[in-house]
């Protein structure tokens, strides 16, 4: 049971700075799992995540009292505010979407699409843009030409939908939707970074885990942290050498402190 205690105190007298000691000693062997892990995830971005393109709309919300009147109000500027807030509500619905399917498929090219209502509202983002009264529409597939397609049927389609939904406002659109080939995702720099920071911090782990559990006695001062007592002197070793007749010396083999078993 001594001994068993004396295990325990041996484990946490180690400091930060042992374990700053060791991951130095190991940074080669750390350095080189963060650049394997690296290594690893780029390949698998660059060769097995598919890229994603975006394109983006954006509309203008008008109140139609404020069309009507010269003399705008702040409570009539905020109403506009909120009826845009409304509007990206109705432009998620199952109505727009399907509007924005029928009509794209009235393309040639789009006529075989295979994209159902849930596929579109995974594709599509709808947000007011600093809470004010753009809406901005971004859609986001694996084909660029797509994305830019789906977002200017949106802007076709969605305001006769919302001005007969909510006749109160309507939209005026102001950007149309760009084909732009530079994808959005998978970023392959980002996810090397994150590949290094894993593996390293993966070995690092095991290494401190391993010197945590580790309950060995390397050097003399260790017995000195275990006993609590001081240290007199250590037993070397002597070996004779058949040729020479040399001494030689080396320090005793280290000891394992376990516990006694019952």
């Not at 994603?52 to 709309?57: A, G, K, L, Q, R």
């Not at 397609?149 to 006769?160: L, Y």
Request: aromatic share 6%.
């Amino acid at each position: 049971m001594e001994q068993e205690n004396n295990n325990s105190s041996f484990i946490q007298t180690i400091s930060i700075f042992d374990i700053f000691s060791l991951l130095l000693s190991k940074c080669l062997w750390i350095l080189l799992a963060g650049i394997i892990a690296a290594t690893g995830i780029g390949l698998y971005t660059k060769l097995a995540i598919e890229p994603t393109y975006e394109s983006y709309i954006t509309m203008s919300v008008f109140n139609r009292t404020l069309t009507d009147n010269n003399n705008v109000s702040s409570s009539e500027v905020t109403a506009s505010e909120k009826l845009a807030t409304t509007y990206t509500v109705i432009l998620k619905s199952n109505t727009v979407l399907s509007a924005v399917i029928d009509d794209l498929k009235k393309d040639p090219k789009y006529a075989d699409l295979d994209i159902s209502l849930k596929d579109l509202k995974n594709y599509t983002n709808i947000t007011t843009v600093n809470n004010t009264q753009i809406l901005k529409i971004t859609v986001t597939t694996t084909d660029p030409v797509l994305s830019a397609d789906i977002a200017n049927t949106f802007a076709r389609v969605s305001p006769e939908i919302m001005e007969v939904t909510f006749p109160v406002g309507g939209v005026k659109n102001l950007d149309g939707g760009e084909v732009k080939n530079v994808p959005v995702a998978p970023s392959l720099s980002k996810n090397c970074i994150v590949g290094f920071l894993l593996g390293a911090l993966l070995l690092s782990a095991v290494y401190i885990i391993r010197m945590l559990l580790d309950t060995t006695i390397h050097e003399a001062e260790d017995m000195e942290k275990i006993t609590k007592l001081p240290l007199l002197g250590t037993i070397p070793t002597m070996s004779i050498s058949e040729d020479t007749k040399d001494f030689s010396w080396k320090l005793a083999e280290p000891i394992n402190i376990s516990p006694e078993k019952n």
